[in-house]
């Protein structure tokens, strides 16, 4: 069981390339989200997704496409990086239970927009 | 506008020292707030929860407190070790909607002195 993984692990683009980064998680949950992480700015939401086949808009979705054609992956693309899009990307998925939901998030990946 | 506010921005305690982490938050339909841990390099993942029909839980050293009045949270690190040296999130989720997606505060990095 290797709950949530993300690939690749670090990546430097080109301000205007377009990248795809993955998310895979191996624990059946229905529940998957993108979060960016910026020092002082917290964990913001992305993009998520309830089941395969709908995602939804976060807090901050420019510049971001996902897609979920399987419960399995959760892939988050950039149209045209931009400097500002520097950051550590998380992916998470959510298990819910009782009294009790849990996020497991991926190691993430980082990404330097030049 | 943040949703869950979250304070302090950073906090250094000496070894055995209790660290306490604020959190308040706007919206009432809110009813799960769990908090996370991260440490460098890695993910977040979930330390302890709370749901606003208890006021207090407690999991061997940390402590939730809840104030559902004055919508408040709080976390306690007793006998704060430098092993506990992360960065603290707290958050919100509501089940109205079904997305159980939480609202993440801004982060307290945490530093424990030996």
């Known amino acids: 069981n290797a709950g949530v993984t993300q690939t690749p692990k670090f990546q430097v683009l080109k301000t205007g390339q377009s990248m795809t980064l993955q998310c895979a998680q191996d624990?059946?949950?229905?529940?998957m989200s993108w979060y960016r992480q910026d020092p002082g700015m917290g964990l913001r939401l992305i993009h998520y997704?309830?089941?395969?086949?709908?995602?939804d808009q976060g807090e901050v979705p420019n510049g971001y496409n996902v897609s979920r054609s399987t419960t399995e992956d959760f892939p988050l693309r950039l149209l045209s990086a931009a400097p500002s899009q520097t950051s550590v990307y998380f992916c998470?998925?959510?298990?819910?239970?009782?009294?009790?939901?849990?996020?497991?998030f991926g190691p993430g990946t980082r990404l330097l927009v030049l | 506008q943040q949703q869950v506010k979250q304070s302090p921005q950073s906090l250094i305690v000496q070894k055995g020292g209790i660290s306490i982490i604020n959190c308040a938050y706007e919206?009432?339909?809110?009813?799960?707030f769990p908090w996370y841990q991260q440490f460098p390099g890695k993910g977040p993942a979930l330390l302890i929860a709370?749901?606003?029909?208890?006021s207090e839980k407690k999991e061997g050293r940390f402590t939730i407190s809840f104030n559902k009045s004055a919508k408040q949270f709080s976390l306690h690190i007793m006998d704060s070790q430098p092993g506990d040296s992360a960065t603290y999130f707290c958050?919100?989720?509501?089940?109205?909607?079904?997305?159980?997606?939480?609202?993440f505060g801004r982060g307290t990095s945490l530093i424990v002195h030996p």
């Open positions: 998470a998925s959510t298990v819910i239970g009782g009294r009790q939901e849990t996020q497991y």
């Open positions: 624990m059946n949950h229905e529940y």
């Open positions: 997704s309830v089941g395969a086949g709908i995602t």
């Open positions: 919206n009432t339909a809110f009813d799960y």
């Open positions: 958050a919100a989720s509501s089940r109205t909607g079904g997305s159980y997606i939480p609202t």
């Open positions: 709370i749901r606003p029909d208890v």
